[in-house]
Nanobody
């Protein structure tokens, strides 16, 4: 089994910054792509940013230039630096990882989610 644990959410004023972290643990052979999704009330879960095992990032248009995704393969971790936050960024943010386990099965895992609220 593989677990993803997120941290770093909270309440921030518009224009502020937050850094989300996600650490994977368990029966990991290799972590492939990792990413962050978010889900606001009454909305579908949407992709925010994703990063390949080689470090190539992808961003949703709504966060380009404001958010930066990075990863530390030695720590099985992915991060999301969020700057210039807007009220529209308010959502539960979920970590996501495509993991090949020690049994060589490849599955997608999700974290439990962390709340980000942007409000004055």
């Amino acid at each position: 089994q593989v677990q993803l644990v997120e941290s770093g959410g909270g309440l921030v004023q518009p224009g502020g910054s937050l850094r989300l972290s996600c650490a994977a643990s368990g029966s990991i052979f290799r972590i492939n792509a990792m990413g962050w999704y978010r889900q606001a009330l009454e909305n579908q879960r949407e992709l925010v940013a994703r990063i390949t095992s080689g470090g190539n990032p992808y961003y949703a248009d709504s966060v380009k230039g404001r958010f930066t995704i990075s990863r530390d393969n030695a720590k099985n971790s992915v991060y999301l630096q969020m700057n210039s936050l807007k009220p529209d960024d308010t959502a539960v943010y979920y970590c996501n990882a495509d993991v090949t386990s020690t049994t060589r099965a490849t599955l997608v895992y999700w974290g439990q989610g962390t709340q980000v609220t942007v409000s004055s």
